[in-house]
C-alpha cells in the first residue's frame, strides 16, 4: 500500500523559509507523477508545484515560481519543496500526492484528479 507522510511545516514570519519533506513508501519510487497542493480555508486546493519522476521536468504554479523549488531523492523515496521567501497568502496545509506518469508536454499537470495518493497534510503559516 502506497503510503506518503509529509513532514516540515510550521509557522514563520513573512520572507523565511520552510523545507517540506514527504517521504513515500510502498511502491517503487520511479516514473510517477509527484507533486505539493495546497488548500487555504475557504478557498479551492491548488497544485503548487509538480515532478516527473522519470525526467525530473517540474511544473510550478505562477504564484509560487522563483520562490519555491521541488526536488526528489530517488535512493531516500523523498520529495522536497523548498519554499523561500515565505508570504503571508503562503498560509496554507500543504499535501504531497502521487499518481500514474501521465505527462502533459512532458510535465505533470497540477490537477489533483491526476494524483491517487494523498499525504495527511502539513500546515504552513506565514505571518506578517
Known amino acids: 500500500q502506497v503510503q506518503l507522510v509529509e513532514s516540515g511545516g510550521g509557522s514563520v514570519q513573512a520572507g523565511g523559509s520552510l523545507r517540506l519533506s514527504c517521504a513515500a513508501s510502498?511502491?517503487?519510487?520511479?516514473?510517477?507523477?509527484m507533486g505539493w497542493f495546497r488548500q487555504a480555508p475557504g478557498k479551492e486546493r491548488e497544485g503548487v508545484a509538480t515532478?516527473?519522476?522519470?525526467?525530473?521536468?517540474?511544473y510550478y504554479a505562477d504564484s509560487v515560481k522563483g520562490r519555491f523549488t521541488i526536488a526528489q531523492d530517488n535512493d531516500k523515496n523523498t520529495l522536497y519543496l523548498q519554499m523561500n521567501s515565505l508570504k503571508p497568502e503562503d498560509t496554507a496545509m500543504y499535501y504531497c500526492?502521487?499518481?500514474?506518469?501521465?505527462?502533459?508536454?512532458?510535465?505533470?499537470?497540477?490537477?489533483?484528479?491526476?494524483?491517487?495518493?494523498w499525504g495527511q497534510g502539513t500546515q504552513v503559516t506565514v505571518s506578517s
Open positions: 510502498g511502491y517503487r519510487y520511479r516514473s510517477v507523477c
Open positions: 515532478i516527473w519522476t522519470g525526467g525530473g521536468t517540474t
Open positions: 500526492a502521487a499518481g500514474p506518469a501521465v505527462t502533459y508536454g512532458g510535465r505533470c499537470r497540477p490537477f489533483g484528479a491526476d494524483f491517487n495518493n
